[in-house]
């Protein structure tokens, strides 16, 4: 992964990392979703349920995975 630049989403190859729900940071998401060239895509993310809701059906071939449960505790999540 690319350094932490502040924002809400980051992504290299096949792996995604969505920070928050803004509307920006989603649309982002979205637009490499559509744009990947992986087979599967693996994005992380503090509400899988959340997200899930937001994208619908609308993925192939996502992984949607909660962050580790350590890391829940160290950020307060």
Not at 1 to 6: E, L, N, R
Not at 23 to 47: D, I, N, P
Not at 58 to 75: M, W, Y
Request: glycine fraction near 10%.
């Amino acid at each position: 992964m690319s350094p932490w630049s502040g924002g809400g989403f980051v992504s290299d190859g096949e792996l995604a990392y969505l920070a928050d729900f803004q509307a920006a940071h989603v649309e982002q998401l979205r637009e490499w979703l559509r744009t990947r060239t992986a087979a599967v895509a693996v994005v992380y993310t503090w509400s899988t349920e959340r997200l899930n809701g937001l994208l619908g059906e609308t993925v192939a071939d996502l992984s949607l995975l909660p962050l580790p449960h350590h890391l829940r505790e160290r950020f307060g999540r």
